[in-house]
């Protein structure tokens, strides 16, 4: 698989330059990036341990692979932008820093965990942190996102509302209502199409008439991009572009990430819809760490240095882990919390 080396673009008024993130290319930045994106990994390895050993219940669906993605956009994100998502995520709960303590709880279902135990894999949130949760309900984050953004346009103040959703999602109806409402009020969303080939079991050749998502929003007027999202650094000049479109009061903008899932949809997915093979020739070609590791290697980084970081980051996830296992489960008293908001007399 080639690595793509320039963004397509869809649809009317699309920006053509590219604004790259302060220092994307320096070598702290490149260090940073690494970190992050090989704490996801690690982090979500292990969640993956746990689960086998029965101590996550429900589902579990692992980021591995397409770490570039949330890490990248990350880096152009702004104090008070927010970010939701779908049931992938682990990762960008992650990379908008929340503490991996707080989410290994949350996966087991502990009282220390960052919705203290009762929203599990897919449905745990910060606000600290400007994550707005993930979401088990296919597509119903792309109409919340929506609603975000037109708070922040309500209230005036430049954030931008980043709704993620998969290649499976994209076919959802609620989208193409929440695309129109959004083109036709001028609001300040990114909707960022994480494109990893297979909707559950099902490659997108197979469920889409028009593979190439980033053209959905033609019909709205909507700006597109077809972007490589296994390279953090195009990740990031992707989403820069797209951000100040949209701060700007332009309206939406949409970023299809081609990327790529390593493991199954879910962990009881055994992913025999796709061969070995296949998964085998992305991860030796396209992975995203590996990839970085050759910007790093360029940018005269030497391996005592990637030592550290992986030392620190297996560390980082041993705590997380621990702290999973000894945090005691939640009060039977906290099925009755968080319900209703509790407003003053």
């Known amino acids: 698989m080639a690595r793509a080396t320039k963004a397509k673009t869809s649809g009317k008024g699309a920006d053509t330059g590219v604004t790259r993130p302060s220092g994307s290319t320096g070598r702290d930045t490149l260090l940073k990036y690494y970190k992050d994106m090989l ?9 993956g341990q746990l689960y086998g050993m029965g101590l996550i219940g429900g589902f579990c669906h692992l980021y591995i692979g397409q770490e570039a993605i949330a890490v990248g956009m990350e880096a152009i994100r702004v104090k008070g932008d927010q970010i939701i998502t779908g049931y992938r995520d682990h990762g960008h709960m992650l990379a908008a ?8 709880a949350e996966l087991t279902g502990r009282a220390g965990g960052s919705s203290k135990g009762k929203g ?7 606000t600290e942190s400007g994550f707005y949760g993930g979401h088990g309900i296919v597509g119903a984050q792309v109409s919340l996102g929506t609603g975000l953004a037109l708070a ?3 209230k005036a103040n430049g954030n931008v509302s980043f709704a993620y959703f998969g290649d499976g999602a994209a076919n959802q109806g609620q989208v193409y209502e929440s695309f129109n409402m959004a083109q036709l009020w001028s609001l300040p969303v990114v909707y960022m199409i994480e494109n990893n080939q297979y909707a559950m079991g099902t490659s997108i050749e197979r469920s889409a008439s028009e593979t190439h998502l980033h053209k959905r929003g033609i019909s709205f007027r909507i700006p597109g ?40 949809h879910s962990m009881s997915d055994p992913a025999k819809y796709r061969t070995k093979e296949e998964v085998d020739e992305v991860k030796k070609t396209r992975d995203p760490i590996d990839h970085l590791r050759e910007k790093l290697d360029k940018a005269k980084v030497s391996e005592d ?12 996830v041993a705590e997380a882990a621990e702290f999973a296992r000894t945090s005691p489960e939640p009060d039977p008293a906290e099925l ?10």
């Open 39 to 47: 704490l996801i990994r690690r982090f979500e390895e292990r969640a």
């Open 225 to 264: 991009e077809e972007v490589d999202g296994m390279d953090v650094d195009a990740v990031a000049e992707a989403g820069a572009r797209a951000a100040e479109h949209a701060r700007s009061g332009k309206g939406p903008y949409i970023l299809e990430m081609k990327t790529y899932r390593y493991r199954g």
């Open 152 to 154: 922040n346009k309500y």
């Open 120 to 126: 599990g894999s897919m449905h745990m949130f910060s």
């Open 97 to 104: 820093g929340m503490d991996p303590r707080e989410v290994m």
């Open 336 to 345: 009755y919390t968080d319900v209703y908001l509790e407003a003053a007399e």
């Open 305 to 316: 240095d990637l030592k550290a970081i992986d030392a620190e980051v297996k560390r980082i």
